[in-house]
């Protein structure tokens, strides 16, 4: 079983970025076809201006690739009506591809 790891606040920041480490994944649950025992995952959450923070996520696992590999987009602020829903909003919800399916039917007139 994983040992809880409670540090300072002071290990997860790097300049102006909060830093958050993620392992120590459930089998099924790893990203891409991760390797759950190895997979790391680096978040970085660094503000670039009033309403905006750079989110960039480093996903590890040398039993998968080659090398690490980063993705990265801004994320503005915005008010209540553009409030993001949270992930477990969806999770298992296995209507929604069809919903969606449907809707881009509608849209495209079929």
Not at 40 to 46: A, N, S, Y
Not at 75 to 90: D, I, K, M, N, S
Not at 95 to 109: F, K, Y
């Amino acid at each position: 079983m994983a040992q809880l790891i409670v540090r300072n606040l002071d290990d997860a920041v790097e300049g102006n970025a909060l830093v958050v480490e993620t392992t120590n994944f459930k089998e099924g649950t790893a990203y891409r076809g991760a390797n759950a025992d190895r997979l790391r995952l680096v978040e970085r959450f660094t503000p670039v201006a009033a309403n905006t923070m750079e989110w960039a996520v480093t996903l590890d696992d040398p039993s998968t690739w080659t090398r690490p590999w980063t993705f990265a987009m801004h994320l503005t602020r915005g008010g209540v009506e553009v409030q993001p829903f949270e992930y477990a909003c969806h999770e298992g919800n296995y209507g929604m591809p069809n919903m969606l399916r449907a809707a881009r039917a509608e849209e495209q007139g079929k």
